[in-house]
């Protein structure tokens, strides 16, 4: 009999003012369990970025997803949520049979798809796609702080920190500032 393949599916960014909202799908091989995963907020730095690699060899399949700023701004931050996970589905070098979703909502996809409420703690699956969305993204913040690092992106991660905030207010918003957000919104006047 052909084995079941469980995409599980998971988002960061959501909330912070700046930078992209990135989604990672995991088909994990159910022969070879990976101990450790979680939730990826509850888990230290350290302990994500040694699980990534893990992952990545253990898997059968995953691939990460992306909106940028602009189609946030454009499409709202759910509807580019949405699309970074389908862009993640998408990426995948094999087809899944039934998708996880964390959260209480769920894009469209091919295939059966079940939106899970703290699924990200209690599905290997979406906690592997937590884990390989946040290192990803958490990694492309850093990398960010080098263009504009009076912003300390590479401490928040883009979200509205006192720091960023203030921040913000000194020196404007940026092209990786999301405009529609209001505190972005109130700086640039729009």
């Known amino acids: 009999m052909e084995q079941l393949l469980v995409a599980g599916v998971d988002e960061v960014g959501r909330g912070p003012l700046a930078g992209p909202v990135v989604a990672a799908a995991v088909?994990?091989?159910?022969?070879?369990?990976?101990?450790?995963?979680?939730?990826?907020?509850?888990?230290?730095?350290?302990?994500r970025e040694a699980l990534v690699p893990i992952i990545q060899e253990h898997a059968i399949a995953?691939?990460?997803?992306?909106?940028e700023v602009e189609e946030i701004d454009t499409i709202n931050i759910l509807q580019a949520s949405f699309l970074?996970?389908?862009?993640?589905?998408?990426?995948?070098?094999?087809?899944?049979?039934?998708?996880?979703?964390d959260g209480n909502h769920a894009p469209e996809f091919h295939c059966p798809t079940e939106a899970i409420i703290g699924g990200d703690d209690s599905e290997a699956c979406i906690s592997a796609a937590s884990i390989i969305a946040k290192v990803h993204r958490d990694n492309e913040m850093?990398?960010?702080?080098?263009?504009?690092?009076e912003y300390g992106l590479a401490n928040?991660?883009?979200?509205?920190?006192?720091?960023?905030?203030?921040?913000?207010?000194?020196?404007?918003?940026?092209?990786?500032?999301?405009?529609?957000?209001?505190?972005?919104?109130?700086?640039?006047?729009?």
């Open 84 to 101: 970074a996970m389908q862009r993640a589905v998408a990426a995948l070098t094999v087809t899944a049979h039934k998708i996880l979703v």
């Open 156 to 190: 928040h991660k883009g979200y509205g920190t006192k720091a960023h905030l203030a921040a913000l207010a000194e020196f404007g918003a940026t092209p990786i500032h999301r405009k529609s957000f209001a505190p972005v919104r109130r700086v640039v006047g729009v």
């Open 27 to 47: 088909i994990l091989d159910p022969a070879r369990p990976i101990e450790g995963l979680r939730d990826s907020k509850k888990l230290s730095e350290k302990k």
């Open 142 to 149: 850093r990398e960010l702080h080098e263009l504009y690092p």
């Open 62 to 67: 995953w691939a990460l997803g992306r909106a």
